[in-house]
């Protein structure tokens, strides 16, 4: 069993941002809201990804943003899907700009599950799951097709 907590509390849908830094300090803050993080959680959140961006250049552009486990509590996933793209950098090259449709923050408290944790969120990237958040109109509908997805997961 996966144990990966995704919960409304941690869903904006139809969020408009000036930037990637305003979505993750929203993000941030909601995780912060349910004490699933560290104090400065947001600030390394930023840190990281401007060292080592997060933007991926799937069907529909996301970010899967993530930092060490020093700044967290609860393993779990925050998501919000955006009104309009916001930029990000290329995970694969640096250099190119993705505008990200879907963000997802996801904090891992264990960081021998790292890895793992990563393979399964980009394993959602696959499939019809990234057309289906963008059109949920609904926390608990972007809660619904992830927790389905994740939880039909197995722990390999």
Do not use: W
């Amino acid at each position: 069993m996966i144990n990966l907590i995704i919960d409304e509390k941690l869903v904006e849908v139809g969020l408009e941002a000036a930037d990637n830094e305003e979505v993750i300090r929203l993000l941030s803050g909601k995780l912060d809201g349910c004490g699933y993080v560290e104090e400065g959680f947001a600030e390394a959140v930023l840190a990281r990804e401007r060292q080592y961006p997060t933007g991926l250049p799937t069907k529909i552009p996301v970010a899967l943003c993530h930092v060490e486990a020093e700044f967290v509590k609860q393993t779990s996933l925050a998501v919000a899907t955006l009104k309009k793209p916001v930029e990000f950098r290329n995970m694969g090259d640096p250099q190119s700009i993705l505008n990200v449709e879907i963000v997802f923050l996801l904090t891992i408290l264990d960081p021998k599950k790292q890895v793992f944790y990563l393979r399964k969120i980009m394993d959602l990237f696959k499939d019809e799951t990234l057309p289906n958040l963008k059109k949920a109109q609904s926390k608990k509908e972007v809660v619904s097709i992830l927790a389905e997805k994740i939880n039909n997961m197995d722990e390999r």
